[in-house]
């Protein structure tokens, strides 16, 4: 038993499957959903950043994981239980996310300067290029 264990071990790292992990994407979309309307957003890990074109405003920011030392009574803007981020448009216009998990399963709530509010989910699959943002119509329940 010993020399078919050391066999398989032997097998494992010259075929390099010791270290084998499967990495979670590093772009991608993400949906913005209001009461009628499902915008496609974007994101990439690497840089922490996250865009979403809503009605012709395009609202670039970044996002960020909440630190151990967070705490509800510390005063600032408030935080989902996993991160936040602050989107900004060219119009001086604001979108501030409270996000509930990270990328690439995101979940949250933003809401714009005019108090619309978008749940924020993860994007449709195969939808990850960097074509325009679609505006889709969701039919009424």
């Given at each position: 038993?010993?020399?078919f264990?050391?066999?398989i071990?032997?097998f494992?790292?010259t075929c390099g499957l010791t ?8 772009s991608?979309?993400a ?8 915008y496609q957003?974007?994101?990439v890990v690497?840089?922490?950043?996250i865009?979403v074109d ?8 970044n ?5 151990q030392e ?5 005063g600032?803007?408030?935080a989902?239980s996993w991160?936040r ?7 001086a216009k604001?979108?501030q996310?409270?996000?509930?998990s990270?990328?690439p399963?995101?979940s ?6 005019d ?9 449709a699959a195969?939808l990850?290029s960097r074509a ?6 969701t039919?009424?329940s």
């Amino acid at each position: 038993m010993k020399n078919f264990a050391l066999r398989i071990s032997l097998f494992t790292a010259t075929c390099g499957l010791t270290g084998l992990a499967v990495s979670a994407p590093q772009s991608g979309v993400a949906s913005f959903i209001n009461e009628s309307q499902t915008y496609q957003g974007h994101y990439v890990v690497k840089n922490q950043s996250i865009w979403v074109d809503i009605d012709g405003l395009v609202y670039r920011g970044n996002y960020a994981a909440n630190s151990q030392e967070v705490n509800a009574a510390s005063g600032g803007p408030p935080a989902g239980s996993w991160g936040r981020a602050f989107l900004f448009a060219s119009s001086a216009k604001v979108l501030q996310c409270q996000l509930d998990s990270g990328f690439p399963k995101v979940s949250g709530r933003c809401q714009s300067a005019d108090g619309r509010t978008f749940d924020l989910k993860p994007g449709a699959a195969g939808l990850a290029s960097r074509a325009p943002s679609a505006k889709v119509k969701t039919p009424p329940s």
